[in-house]
């Protein structure tokens, strides 16, 4: 439940509408999403075997130490802390309250409490960053709030962290069947036929000239950053390694199952959007039909879909439906994450009040810190910002993890109970693909990737200040 609960947030119901504006094309929506069903449930495959082989409190942060030593370890951990989880729980977040918006209209991004001002531009060797607009809104603070109640939930113990996730897990799984069953018992014949014509059609693309493909597929790489922010969260369970009974069997089990049944319904349910909704639109129309997939108001495709069906009335209860499942995605994610701040403490490399548990057998100060930054994250930045500015981190890491695992297979009396499919074939096209995707992520969207590259590399220095104030023996 883990896994797929800390899977389904609120991805699935709103990066839709920028891949279509990206992209154009009811086919290439789609394809994308099989892209990444691909990478994902490959990735997921090798984690799997880590796990068996590691199943240590920590997960993909004992996996870079064990294969790379402590300094990748430690620039996997402080990434996970300043960028990857804290920026992840802050969209999720803003997610939730972006659909609380539909409930009741005061919580807006446009409804500022305290408008601090702007930061930028700043032009730099790579390009410009900024303005990032700072300050405190009425859709910002309901996120907060969401943050500080799931992490006081957690720090009361992993069992009712557990009890909330595997009922709001329940209830967003019910959630996503119910729009795949939109699209098959509502399904619109002129929005099929309408999707159809335009199937594969992709303005632009007239004599297919190597040029013009290549720029195709460019943007297709660009395009997966919403798709790949859905898909992630999945290597959450490996964090909680250390507190899973029989992790050797359980964790590559649960990787493999979780991913593959929520990329499933992935596909189906974006299936389903073009079955009740075109792909184009126009941002100016006044009807859910006008705006299409496309322009969906606040790019809330999924109640766009029950909206068309049922009415304002369907839009509520789609709202009230993604409004669960964000929250249940970041009790998982606040659940899991505190457990990679706890194992750097544990090995000398952050605060040693980190490494220590509470009197609910759970680390209390990791979950804390958690939190404070992940709220003060919240008030930097859109939802789309936040996913620009933490999905190049995530596949940077992710690739220096499936390196991991050829080091772990030529490791003698390495101990294997579980292994990936397809090796080494699976894992050097996953390498592949996500070096693309990087690739263009820092032609073509600099100003959040370099910033959150920049970051990583701080860590360098930083492990190294800290090593010498700690003592830390070499590893």
């Known amino acids: 439940m883990l896994v797929v609960g800390s899977m389904v947030g609120s991805g699935i119901f709103i990066v839709s509408a920028d891949i279509a504006r990206q992209v154009k094309s009811p086919g290439l929506l789609l394809l994308v999403w099989l892209v990444t069903a691909f990478m994902t449930v490959i990735a997921a495959s090798y984690y799997g075997e880590l796990a068996a082989a590691m199943p240590h409190s920590g997960g993909q ?3 870079l130490r064990e294969s790379f030593g402590l300094l990748c370890g430690f620039l996997y951990g402080w990434s996970m802390l300043l960028i990857i989880q804290t920026a992840t729980i802050a969209a999720v977040a803003i997610a939730f309250a972006k659909f609380a918006g539909v409930l009741i209209p005061w919580f807006s991004s446009s409804s500022w409490i305290w408008k601090i001002g702007s930061l930028g531009p700043f032009t730099l060797w790579f ?3 900024g303005p990032y607009t700072v300050g405190l809104n009425t859709q910002n603070l309901l996120a907060i709030v969401s943050i500080v109640a799931l992490t006081w939930i957690n720090f009361l113990g992993i069992r009712l962290g557990a009890f909330v996730q595997n009922l709001f897990t329940y209830t967003k799984m019910a959630a996503l069947v119910g729009i795949v069953l939109l699209g098959v018992l509502f399904a619109n014949p002129a929005v099929l036929r ?25 943007q297709i790489g660009v395009a997966m950053v919403g ?7 999945w290597n959450n369970v490996t964090f909680v390694a250390g507190e899973v009974k029989n992790p050797e069997r359980t964790l590559p089990r649960a990787l493999a199952l979780g991913t593959g049944l929520v990329m499933v319904l992935y596909i189906l349910i974006n299936l389903a959007y073009l079955s009740v909704l075109p792909l184009a639109g126009s941002p100016d129309a006044t009807t859910v039909m006008g705006r299409g997939i496309e322009y969906a108001a606040e790019d809330r495709v999924g109640t766009a879909a029950a909206e068309v069906v049922f009415g304002p009335t369907g839009a509520i209860v789609m709202a009230i439906a993604v409004m669960i499942s964000t929250f249940g995605c970041n009790n998982g ?4 994450g505190a457990r990679v701040s706890y194992a750097m403490a544990r090995d000398g490399v952050f605060f040693h009040q980190v490494g220590a548990v509470n009197r609910y057998r759970v680390p209390g100060v990791a979950l804390l810190i958690q939190g404070a930054w992940a709220s003060l994250l919240c008030l930097s930045g859109t939802y789309g910002q936040l996913l620009d500015f933490l999905i190049f981190t995530v596949l940077l890491f992710y690739m220096m993890t499936m390196v991991a695992v050829f080091r772990l297979r030529r490791r003698t009396g390495a101990h294997i109970s579980c292994y990936g499919l397809g090796f080494p074939l699976l894992p050097i096209i996953y390498l592949i693909l996500a070096g693309f995707v990087e690739l263009q992520l820092l032609r073509y969207k600099p100003q959040y990737t370099w910033p959150g ?3 990583v590399l701080l860590g360098i220095p930083i492990y190294y200040l800290w090593k010498r104030v700690a003592r830390i023996p070499a590893p």
Do not use: C, K
């Open 127 to 129: 390009g410009q960053l």
């Open 194 to 218: 309408a999707n159809r014509e335009a199937f594969w059609g992709v303005p632009g693309l007239g004599s297919g000239s190597e040029t013009e493909w290549m720029a195709l597929i460019t």
């Open 227 to 233: 798709s790949l922010f859905a898909a992630d969260a």
């Open 333 to 336: 994610l606040i659940l899991a």
């Open 453 to 455: 590259l920049i970051v």
């Open 61 to 63: 942060y004992v996996y």
